[in-house]
């Protein structure tokens, strides 16, 4: 029943700006690290960034200084604010966290993936 529900994905031109959203849904006791990865068709699926529950941040070399991850730890909800985008940047963008259900152990988590298209 646990989940991570993503939004914010679309279609953006080269230089352009895009915010996604991923929020934990369900029954837990505690959300530690979360991030973002993405998948490019043919790839496999490579790191974007991740954040930590105090706030710790780290990025993909490919994304510093344009991708910006940050976290609302009272919405249970982590965000990647992408500025400058590229067209390399197209790809599904999942959501990952660190849950713990109630009654469960902390176990990893996939969001379902939103799409982010950019266009040249």
């Known amino acids: 029943q646990v989940q991570l529900v993503e939004s914010g994905g679309g279609l953006v031109q080269a230089g352009g700006s895009l915010r996604l959203s991923c929020a934990a849904s369900?029954?837990?006791?505690?959300?530690?690290?979360m991030g973002w990865y993405r998948q490019a068709p043919g790839n496999q699926r490579e790191f974007v960034a991740t954040?930590?529950?105090?706030?710790?941040?780290t990025y993909a070399d490919s994304v510093k200084g344009r991708f910006t991850i940050s976290r609302d730890n009272a919405k249970n909800t982590v965000y990647l604010q992408m500025n400058s985008l590229k067209p390399e940047d197209t790809a599904v963008y999942y959501c990952?966290?660190?849950?713990?259900?109630?009654?469960?152990?902390?176990?990893?988590?996939w969001g379902q993936g939103t799409q982010v298209t950019v266009s040249s």
């Open positions: 990952n966290a660190d849950l713990t259900p109630i009654g469960f152990g902390t176990r990893n988590y």
């Open positions: 369900g029954r837990f006791l505690s959300v530690n690290l």
């Open positions: 954040i930590t529950s105090g706030g710790r941040t």
